[in-house]
Structures are given as C-alpha cells and as structure tokens.
C-alpha cells in the first residue's frame, strides 16, 4: 500500500464517507487535534511500567480513533456512523466516569493546583491532558449536533488529569507554604 496518495497536495483532504475539505477547516483541526492527543498518550505509555495503566491508556488511544472518526464525517454523513466504532457513545463517556472515581478512590487528590513534573510520566499524563483539552476546543468550533465527541474529551482531560496526580505521588502545590 502506498502511504502517499498525492491527492491533498491541493490542500484539501478527504473526509469518512466521502467529501473533500480545506486541510485548515473545522473538522481536520478537530481531528487533528485529537489524533496529536492521542499521540501525546501515547508518549505516556511508553514511560508506564504497570500492565494495568498500559491496557488503560491503551484502551483510550482506541477510542480516540472513534472520535476522530466523527469528527471527519460530514454533518450529511452522519447517519452513516456506527456506536463505538465511529460514533462516540453515551457509555465510553460514562466508562471514562468510572475510570475517574476508580482511580480517584485509590488516593487523596490535591485540593489546589499543582506544579506538574513530579515524575516524568505524571508531566507526561499531564501534557496529554492539555492536548485533549486544546482537541476539544478544536471540536467545539466543528458544531457537530447531538455529538458525544465534546462530554468524551472534558471527561478523558478529567481522567489524564487523575492519572497525573495518581502517578506523581506527592503533589507540588503551586503556592509555597
């Protein structure tokens, strides 16, 4: 298979389902900046050494395919989306909810803001969690009705946010005592 296909060398790029758009318009800025997320996890990954925390973010790079799925699908075109496959569901964002309380039980979160960087995989989780959050910044812009993409990525940023704080042990407050 050939990986370049020369078709975008006009700057447009064609979207699921069909359509061609300008590579600087809403949805492949949206989906773009989901798929540097997804990138940015899984630079997390690779400092995990817990087989639990690997099949986690592994788990969440998948379903990052499945937004960025919708969000290159023409509004005309969404009928054509399938749950959890190029649909984001009502039950990966209530997964991502348990995930949440999940982790947040196994340790006392901090009650201020943090100095991110106490370990190199919580500055790492943390760096994921900004992408995620400029990515649903980006997935706002696209308008998308009746979409799960924007309640997914507040809850996945929710989650990074967890896992860093988990991950670094003993917090840095942003204020010295």
């Known amino acids: 298979m050939k990986i370049y296909t020369k078709t ?7 979207l699921l389902y069909g359509g061609r758009v300008d590579k600087g318009s809403v949805l492949p800025t949206a989906y773009g900046s989901v798929d540097e997320a997804q990138a940015a996890i899984g630079l997390a990954r690779a400092a995990v050494t817990d087989s639990e925390l690997d099949g986690l973010l592994t788990t969440l790079c998948r379903d990052l395919y499945v937004a960025m799925a919708e969000l290159a699908t023409l509004p005309k075109n969404r009928t054509k989306l399938e749950s959890s496959v190029t649909l984001v569901t009502t039950e990966m964002v209530t997964a991502l909810e348990l995930l949440i309380d999940d982790v947040n039980a196994r340790f006392e ?16 989780l943390d760096w994921a969690r900004v992408i995620v959050r400029r990515a649903e910044r980006a997935s706002l812009a696209a308008h998308l009705p009746d979409s799960l993409v924007l309640p997914y990525l507040n809850r ?6 967890t896992l860093a704080r988990w991950q670094e042990g003993q917090s840095l407050p942003s204020r010295e005592s």
Do not use: C, I, K, N
């Open 8 to 14: 975008g060398d006009d700057g447009t790029t064609g």
């Open 109 to 124: 979160a901090p009650a201020e803001f943090t100095v991110p960087g106490q370990t190199e995989l919580s500055a790492r």
């Open 156 to 161: 996945l940023s929710d989650l990074l946010w």
